[in-house]
T-cell receptor
Framework: GENVEQHPSTLSVQEGDSAVIKCTYS??????FPWYKQELGKRPQLIID?????GEKKDQRIAVTLNKTAKHFSLHITETQPEDSAVYFC??????????FGKGTSLLVTP | GAVVSQHPSRVICKSGTSVKIECRSL??????MFWYRQFPKQSLMLMAT?????????EQGVEKDKFLINHASLTLSTLTVTSAHPEDSSFYIC??????????FGPGTRLTVT
């Protein structure tokens, strides 16, 4: 089955700096790669996703890149703000199947 | 996105009792529903996949007789934790599958078994 590795497990940045979280996956059949943000006690919220036919996608301060050959994808947050502090999860799936999640990255943005 | 509701949001029950969690898709019809479990400070783990009108498929290590899933309609799926024990205390989240594999999560149910 699919195995998703996520790094780092914790990340601390200063407000205004960029944050990068990286994930690798094992199943070459995976074609959908979402990123979720989860605040304490709440459900994961989809913040951005990318499909295997696209190499990069951007939405304001958030971007995701995908390297299918190397089987890795990354989340980039620019101009970080304290409200970006949360746990971020990457995931991978083959459309129609359940998501396989990374272990999460706890991001702390300090003022 | 998709509107998904879950009920109850929090439940405390005594060891040995059963708890039913309802998941409703409010603005679309969900043929497939995924149920996840999340222990504190851990990632989401898939428990089972249910398809409307058929039996659920459980992940390895998840007891199908303990976690009963019913997906009787395209807008409602239920998870019943039978004979709950303290180790079943967790955050249970449903997620209907949308077109193209997108998944949005219900608000979750925090179960505490005393």
């Amino acid at each position: 089955g699919e195995n998703v590795e996520q790094h780092p497990s914790t990340l601390s940045v200063q407000e205004g700096d960029s944050a990068v979280i990286k994930c690798t996956y094992s199943d070459s059949a995976s074609n959908y790669f979402p990123w979720y943000k989860q605040e304490l006690g709440k459900r994961p919220q989809l913040i951005i996703d990318i499909r295997s036919n696209v190499g990069e996608k951007k939405d304001q301060r958030i971007a995701v890149t995908l390297n299918k050959t190397a089987k890795h994808f990354s989340l980039h947050i620019t101009e970080t703000q304290p409200e970006d502090s949360a746990v971020y999860f990457c995931a991978a799936s083959n459309s129609g199947y359940a998501l396989n999640f990374g272990k999460g990255t706890s991001l702390l943005v300090t003022p | 996105g998709a509107v998904v509701s879950q009920h109850p949001s929090r439940v405390i029950c005594k060891s040995g009792t059963s708890v039913k969690i309802e998941c409703r898709s409010l603005d679309f019809q969900a043929t497939t529903m995924f149920w996840y479990r999340q222990f504190p400070k851990q990632s989401l783990m898939l428990m089972a996949t249910s398809n409307e009108g058929s039996k659920a498929t459980y992940e390895q290590g998840v007891e199908k007789d303990k976690f009963l899933i019913n997906h009787a309609s395209l807008t409602l799926s239920t998870l019943t934790v039978t004979s709950a024990h303290p180790e079943d205390s967790s955050f249970y989240i449903c997620s209907p599958e949308l077109y193209g594999g997108e998944q949005y999560f219900g608000p979750g149910t925090r179960l505490t078994v005393t």
